[in-house]
């Protein structure tokens, strides 16, 4: 095996270079790239936190030896690292780990790079490396600038090219695991953790048709990656819940974090057991997987969006309600006279969770798009909300805007004193439906206590003691005038 070399050119920028010389050791790590055999896993929670499981082929040596695994999460907790390997009996053993998060730029390598043994190599004329000198890098304290001390000199900035050993220069996170190693040769070994940096969210889209009351309703996740790594081809499990952490990294972790035998905080082969079925939401304790069906690349510092729920027709219900204000905060002539409020219906939908409306799964909290079809059949945005983590028959509401064509108008247009503690109004409520279709007016007005409507057959219900409720269908372009009569006792 060849001794890596890593290259700075103090130009300013760090120079993405790997030299190879000759001379080393068993104890020079392996170092395991990303390559088109990775099998990677990711469980996705919703704050900020991910378990991430892959496999991937490694070489190795027989003996002690030791392994750099790059392409890992930036924000890995290194407490929670766990292995497997493919043959059971005879795989590795574990000695240690060491977690080195890198280095960002020039200055930051200069610093990591201080006190060590490199190399400083100037170019020649014709483009040939040219003279090379050996010495100790004795950096500034913020990395700015640097100086190279052999045995007799001492050389100020110069400007050659640093020379350094890729073990005491990495630029990219890397997990670096010390091995006692049976046999030598190609096996697979398995690698999780947790990690922050990755999160997810739902959405719903629902597609309305003006004369039907069938909407095409989807869901899809969206997963954020702040890792400072990409995921290519990964299965995805989506879970939904808030678990408990016991492990928690506080802020960025930087430098080199060095560990004895890891312990898991987590059984990953249990749980990767658990989802691992055909279910769109399968139960993992109280907490829920949704496994994606197919495999995705999550990129680096995006938010990429995938299907979870394909579409599904679903039965809905239209609720048009307009809530009246409490007769006490009237503040107009009560036996008419003024100007007539008026009050627009809000547009409300509703739908079961159940298998009756191809739905019948724990929903994931997320929001919710509804888009309508004009005249031209073109899709309309017609509002959006949001719905918290639904069970399996649970009804659903969401109210989405402002209905422009269903309206109302009241006033009282009679006050009688019926005695010296008691006082008589009659009220007028007229409903408008400007549109071209019908509908149905949920009419909802609320009294104080010491106001109790008189009991006639307008009223539909009561929904409590100071409520009382009128649902009322109008056709296209109708108006409907509904009375009714309360008294006030002083």
Sequence with gaps: MKDLKFLLGMGGAMAAII???????????????????????????????????????????????????????????????????????????????????????????????????????WP??????????????EAAQQGAS????????????????????????????????????????????????????????ADYVVRLDPNSDQADLECWATVKNTTGVAYPGAKLTLMAGSPNRAVEVDGEISGTVTLGKPVGGFNADSMRRQIAKRDVA????????????????????QMNRVSMLGTRSV?????????????????????????????????????VNDEASSLGMPLPAGSIRVYEKDETGQPRYTGAASIADTP??????????????????????????????????SVETILHNEKKSPVVVRLVQSFESRWTPVVQSDIAEKLDAQTAQWK?????????KLSYTVEMRG
């Design 19 to 121: 030299a190879a010389t000759t001379g080393c050791t068993k104890a020079i790590a392996q170092r395991q790239n990303a390559n088109p055999d990775r099998a990677i896993e990711l469980t996705v929670y919703k704050e900020d936190f991910a378990m991430v499981s892959e496999k991937r082929p490694v070489i190795l040596d027989a003996g002690h030896t030791r392994m750099a695994i790059d392409d890992i999460s930036k924000q890995l907790d290194p407490n929670s690292v766990l292995f497997d390997w493919q043959d059971p009996k005879e795989h590795p053993e574990v000695v240690a780990t060491t977690y080195n998060l890198g280095v960002g730029n020039g200055s930051s390598l200069l610093s990591n790079l201080n006190g060590q043994q490199v190399e400083m190599m």
């Design 124 to 137: 020649s004329n014709d483009g040939k490396p040219g003279e090379i000198i050996s010495g100790r890098l």
């Design 146 to 201: 640097f100086a190279l001390r052999t045995k007799d000199k001492l050389y100020v900035n110069p400007g050659g090219t640093i020379v350094a050993s890729s073990e005491n220069a990495s630029t990219l996170p890397q997990l670096s695991v010390e091995l006692e190693n049976h046999d030598a040769g190609k096996t697979n070994v398995g690698l999780s953790y947790l990690t922050r940096g990755m999160s997810w969210s």
């Design 282 to 301: 399968v139960a993992v304790g109280d907490l829920y997987a949704y496994k994606i069906p197919s495999t995705a690349t999550i990129g680096q510092d």
């Design 315 to 351: 039965p809905i219900k239209r609720d048009y309600a307009i809530r009246i204000p409490n007769l006490s905060s009237w503040g107009f002539g009560y036996d008419g006279g003024q100007t007539i409020p008026h009050v627009t219906a809000t547009l409300s939908l509703s739908f």
């Design 392 to 425: 399996k028959k649970e009804h659903i509401n969401v109210t989405l805007s402002n209905a422009f064509d269903v309206y109302a108008e009241y006033k009282v247009v009679k006050s009688t004193r019926v005695d010296k503690r008691t006082i008589r109004k």
């Design 472 to 480: 009322l269908p109008l056709k296209a372009g109708e108006e409907r």
